[in-house]
């Protein structure tokens, strides 16, 4: 696992399961059940390498459309209504993406 080190597969699996039904994922509630936004800025800096899948040093929207997945290969993909939510919830500089710096203040939030 990707956040083997980073996380606890038990707060993993918790959050997962909060999330399940389509248009219930809320990134703070995910953050916090997770284990991230109590995490150090390393440990973040380390989760959004993880996420960014194609290593452009941005997480784009069909990256964010996959965003659970990453936590677990079977977690359902995010709809389009919460993967423009969450990527408007991040995206402060209006660029259409979420840099390292945006990430940490989305998870800290």
Not at 68 to 91: I, M, P, V, W
Request: some cysteine; hydrophobic content about 45%; charged content about 30%.
């Amino acid at each position: 696992m990707a956040f083997t080190g980073i996380l606890s597969n038990s707060d993993i699996t918790a959050a997962l399961a909060a999330c399940q039904a389509a248009d219930s994922f809320k990134h703070k509630e995910f953050f916090a059940k997770v284990g991230l936004a109590s995490k150090s800025g390393e440990d973040i800096k380390k989760a959004f390498a993880v996420i960014d899948q194609d290593k452009s040093g941005y997480i784009e929207e069909d990256e964010l459309k996959l965003f659970l997945q990453n936590f677990s290969a079977s977690a359902r993909a995010l709809t389009d209504k919460e993967t423009k939510a969450f990527l408007l919830a991040g995206d402060t500089d209006g660029d259409g993406k979420i840099g390292v710096e945006e990430f940490f203040a989305l998870v800290k939030s």
